[in-house]
């Protein structure tokens, strides 16, 4: 129903992502923006504002791991840096790779 969907999405954008990409879990960074973006309104203006600038700053722009994320929190480091750079890729094109739903 919209009455539990609202009550999703409020909690989503209740629990606010990682203050800094080091303590961050990206496949929750990943739902939540897919999600939020899908909601729209000010919840997903807050999230892409918090969310977005997170991942461009972290992404290396040195070496060998040029263009890539770091592993961080516990899935990433399971996944490593492949894993890590496909959900910071993913989550940052939400707004070409989806259409938003019409209701």
């Known amino acids: 129903s919209s009455k539990s969907l609202r009550v999703i999405i409020e909690r989503l954008a209740e629990t606010r992502p990682a203050e800094d990409y080091v303590n961050a ?11 939020l973006y899908q909601a729209g309104g000010q919840h997903w203006g807050s999230w ?9 700053a972290a992404q290396r722009k040195d070496g060998n791991h040029h263009g890539s994320w770091d592993a961080v929190g516990a899935n ?4 490593g840096r492949v894993y ?6 993913m989550t940052l094109q ?3 790779r989806y259409t938003k739903f019409t209701r």
């Open 25 to 35: 879990d990206l496949l929750f960074w990943f739902f939540g923006t897919y999600g």
């Open 48 to 56: 892409s504002e918090n969310v977005l600038p997170r991942l461009v």
């Open 84 to 89: 890590a750079t496909a959900l910071a890729v």
């Open 94 to 96: 939400t707004y070409y």
């Open 76 to 79: 990433a480091k399971a996944g």
